[in-house]
């Protein structure tokens, strides 16, 4: 401890590291703004049987578990044409939910190439009942409550995720 009390130098770089270390570990990842990743997504909804029916929405991706997880809990809203796309690795049998939830919502289930397996429209917020769409399942789309009504959006459509796939950058 001596050589601490004598070469300041040395103090410094000790408590460089530790202050370095600190933020490393503790900040968030995109603290510093040089993140390399994605938020969002484009997703093109379409009609198979009338290509003058299309919706274009920007979904932010929860392809972990935990950001499954968490969903679009605790938002008071969303954007117009935004959204979420929960993205499973393996075909599943997702539940969700709408606890903590504080908008509606429009919840479209999907298998891996688009196809929309079932629609649930006007979800009420906050509700603990538990929805699925059974087994297959690859991707779920939530967006806006009154949308599905609105373009009349049914089975007949799909969703296009070429953006979703064709990305380079991980998504956060």
Same mark, same amino acid.
């Given at each position: 401890m001596?050589?601490?009390? %004598?070469?300041?130098?040395?103090?410094?770089?000790?408590? @460089?590291?530790?202050?370095?270390?600190f933020?490393?570990?503790?900040?968030?990842?995109?603290?510093?703004g @040089?993140?390399?990743? %994605?938020h969002?997504?484009?997703i093109?909804?379409?009609?198979?049987?009338?290509?003058s029916?299309r919706?274009?929405?920007q979904?932010?991706?929860?392809?972990?578990?935990?950001e499954?997880?968490?969903?679009?809990?605790?938002?008071?809203?969303?954007?117009? !044409?935004k959204?979420?796309?929960?993205?499973? !690795?393996? #075909?599943?049998? #997702?539940?969700?939910?709408? %606890?903590?939830?504080?908008? =509606?919502?429009?919840?479209?289930?999907?298998?891996?190439?688009?196809?929309i397996?079932?629609?649930?429209? !006007?979800? #009420?917020?906050m =509700?603990?009942k538990?929805? @699925?769409?059974?087994?297959?399942?690859?991707?779920?789309?939530?967006?806006?409550?009154?949308?599905?009504? %609105?373009?009349?959006?049914?089975? !007949?459509?799909?969703?296009?995720?070429?953006?979703?796939f064709? =990305?380079?950058?991980?998504?956060?």
């Open positions: 001596n050589l601490f009390k %004598k070469n300041n130098h040395i103090r410094y770089l000790v408590i @460089t590291f530790f202050f370095v270390s933020i490393f570990l503790f900040l968030p990842k995109n603290a510093f @040089t993140e390399n990743c %994605k969002y997504t484009t093109v909804l379409e009609n198979r049987f009338d290509e029916q919706l274009v929405v979904a932010e991706v929860a392809d972990e578990p935990d499954r997880a968490l969903g679009l809990m605790n938002r008071k809203k969303i954007a117009k !044409n959204g979420m796309l929960f993205v499973y !690795n393996n #075909p599943s049998a #997702p539940q969700f939910w709408m %606890k903590n939830t504080f908008i =509606s919502l429009d919840i479209l289930f999907t298998d891996y190439t688009g196809q397996i079932q629609i649930f429209e !006007n979800v #009420p917020k =509700s603990e538990k929805i @699925t769409a059974g087994d297959g399942v690859s991707f779920v789309l939530e967006i806006n409550s009154g949308i599905v009504e %609105k373009f009349k959006i049914d089975l !007949n459509w799909t969703l296009n995720f070429s953006d979703f064709k =990305s380079l950058k991980p998504f956060c």
